[in-house]
């Protein structure tokens, strides 16, 4: 069965000034599908996104959005959508409760219709406690919840998420990918950037990885797990002195490897059993583990520090 297309870019790039920030993306997204876009700092990964939901400019190139040209409907793809940009920007002049009610005005949703949509929201994110407070005394969490209720208040057809849970706690970064859980298992099109690699392989159905402005993997996490590291990886720790002998043993036997900071990780192939690794690795600290998407981010992009000053 074919799949429904929602959103197409078709060569598309964004130019900052003398900086090429997007360098001719073609990618499509599915109706009822959790993409994850992934990237390093400064990869593209967050102009890609703000150029889905009309937030920047397209530079050259076409994106179609619900079949409306991004260039020409920008209008009408923004009151069919829903977006939670990485910061949230809520109106500190006003409550929860006001928060959602005004933004539903921006949709020309009726009072009625409004209250009742705000009532079920404010609920489902946990928020009943907290209705009339401010915004400037809710917690990190609360404020990122009502973040994501206000994104639904005109009850889209795509989620935007950009770096959803960046800095907030570990409880509630776990409540979040919880509820983006639930919310794509009902069928729901989103559409993420994150950070945190572990929770995009649980949570997204196809990753892409982007970096220096272009798409260099596209698949389902599994796959590519499969693909780049196989079921199994060695994963052990080298003292600096031996750190030549172990990886000019490692090319003699043609193994692949990757190594970050002391610690050198190589997939293993079935023939790779107990004896073999006695013979080859003597650390003290060595593991056999499963692979996970972080391995095969971190093979693809590298895992040197990237300047955070540049717009992604």
Request: net charge negative; proline share 3%.
């Amino acid at each position: 069965m074919l799949k429904e297309s929602v959103i197409t870019l078709k060569n598309v790039t964004k130019t900052y000034k003398d900086r090429h920030a997007v360098k001719g993306i073609d990618l499509d997204v599915f109706k009822g599908e959790c993409l994850g876009i992934l990237g390093p700092n400064g990869a593209g990964k967050t102009s890609t996104m703000r150029m889905m939901y009309c937030n920047t400019e397209v530079t050259s190139g076409e994106i179609f959005v619900l079949g409306l040209n991004v260039k020409r409907s920008g209008k009408e793809i923004k009151g069919r959508i829903g977006v939670v940009p990485q910061s949230d920007y809520l109106d500190t002049d006003f409550n929860v409760f006001e928060n959602l009610l005004i933004y539903a005005s921006f949709f020309g949703i009726s009072q009625e219709e409004a209250i009742k949509k705000a009532q079920s929201l404010i609920m489902k994110m946990r928020l009943e406690d907290h209705k009339e407070s401010s915004v400037e005394s809710l917690s990190g969490g609360m404020k990122r919840r009502l973040t994501i209720a206000r994104a639904l208040m005109n009850d889209p057809e795509i989620l935007f998420l950009d770096e959803p849970t960046t800095g907030l706690d570990p409880q509630s970064r776990l409540w979040i990918w919880n509820f983006l859980q639930q919310y794509k298992a009902e069928g729901n099109t989103v559409v993420l950037t994150t950070h945190y690699i572990e929770e995009a392989e649980s949570i997204c159905d196809r990753i892409v990885v982007i970096d220096q402005g272009k798409i260099i993997v596209s698949g389902e996490p599994k796959e590519l797990i499969q693909t780049h590291f196989g079921k199994r990886v060695l994963e052990f720790e080298v003292q600096p002195a031996d750190v030549n002998y172990y990886l000019n043993r490692l090319r003699e036997l043609n193994l692949q490897y990757q190594m970050i900071g002391q610690s050198v990780i190589v997939p293993m192939a079935p023939e790779h059993d107990s004896k073999f690794l006695d013979t080859l690795i003597s650390s003290e600290k060595m593991s056999i583990r499963k692979p996970t998407l972080n391995d095969v981010f971190l093979k693809l992009t590298g895992h040197g520090l990237r300047d955070e000053g540049h717009e992604n």
